[in-house]
């Protein structure tokens, strides 16, 4: 009976674990409904923006407004890496702690490298290590374009101050709920595309050039960054409903489990019983 009374605190444990990863499958569905919209609809921006600062890029390296796209020689990077402040959703974290760790380890391995942590588990991954220059777990308490806007500029300033030659950024971009693809993005210094079909079209500016220069790459810039970060967020709930909803099947096969054998340790039980009254049934005959 000690066995029977085991296996039904197993059974009522897993019942109670699958009603809380089964309510955390639900909270997490509704809020990436809202995430997604969010990062659906500013998408089409970014991808203009983008278009825009390519058709000037031809001439960054001869306007004064150049300041963000100089090439130095790579003696320090800044890697931000986009995490979130929760667990419980996978390989999510792991994935750019990991793509990070590379960074650190090989593809910048004779650089002085630090780390900029948007998310809690990208700050405890990396504190360890004493290369984490900034904490903005913060920003995903309010995630509004002005306060992203902050850590862009504080990037923006370490690399026309010279502190960072070369800025990364590491992020989770979200495809579908069950999908995220790891996404190392150049942030600084900006790489001039060059477009023959915008290079060669002659088009009148209104300012000037470099007035347009001036104003136009630190608001792509910030938006560039609030693309990633809204990229992550999407993907975060993604990635946790989907985990569990995993979680929820499992457990309620592990309960199925238990349950049948539970049954037929009930059931072992209740014959052993009725050969023992059966066996003193006979003997008192006898």
Same mark, same amino acid.
């Given at each position: ?5 085991? =296996?039904? &605190? ?16 639900? #909270? ?10 969010? *990062? ?6 970014? &991808? ?12 960054? &390296? ?24 929760? $667990? ?15 960074? /650190?380890?090989? #593809?910048?391995? !004779? ?6 942590? %948007? $998310?809690? !588990? ?8 004493? *290369?984490? *220059?900034?904490? !903005? ?22 690399? =026309? ?5 070369? /800025? ?13 693809? =790891? ?6 210094? %900006? ?12 088009? *009148? ?11 136009? =790459? ?31 099947? &499992? ?12 049954? !037929?340790?009930?059931?072992?039980? /209740?014959?052993?019983? %009725?050969?023992? /009254?059966?066996? $003193? ?6």
């Amino acid at each position: 009976m000690a066995n029977l009374k085991e =296996i039904r &605190n197993r059974i009522t444990s897993v019942s109670s674990t699958m009603q809380i990863t089964s309510a955390m499958k639900m #909270v997490s569905a509704a809020k990436l409904k809202k995430a997604q919209d969010a *990062i659906t609809a500013m998408r089409p921006y970014a &991808n203009k923006l983008t278009e825009l600062l390519q058709s000037l890029s031809a001439t960054l &390296n001869e306007d004064a407004g150049s300041k963000f796209a100089v090439q130095r020689e790579v003696n320090t990077v800044l890697v931000v890496a986009i995490t979130s402040n929760r $667990g419980l959703c996978g390989a999510f974290n792991s994935n750019i702690i990991k793509q990070t760790q590379h960074l /650190i380890n090989t #593809v910048y391995a !004779k650089q002085n490298v630090s780390v900029l942590a %948007i $998310g809690k !588990k990208a700050n405890d991954a990396f504190s360890k290590q004493n *290369i984490v *220059i900034a904490n !903005k777990s913060d920003v995903f308490d309010d995630l509004t374009f002005d306060n992203v806007a902050e850590i862009a500029e504080l990037l923006m300033r370490k690399f =026309i101050d010279g502190d960072v030659d070369k /800025i990364e950024i590491v992020y989770n971009k979200f495809k579908n709920a069950a999908t995220q693809e =790891i996404i190392t993005e150049q942030f600084l210094p %900006i790489v001039p595309v060059v477009d023959e079909a915008n290079t060669n079209a002659d088009y *009148i500016f209104e300012p000037s050039k470099l007035e347009i220069v001036e104003q136009l =790459i630190p608001k792509s810039l910030k938006t560039q960054l609030y693309k990633g970060v809204r990229d992550s967020f999407a993907s975060e709930h993604g990635a946790r409903m989907t985990a569990m909803h995993k979680a929820t099947d &499992n457990a309620q096969e592990l309960r199925d489990q238990l349950k049948l054998t539970y049954n !037929k340790a009930r059931q072992a039980a /209740i014959t052993n019983e %009725i050969l023992e /009254i059966v066996g $003193g049934a006979e003997a008192l005959n006898n």
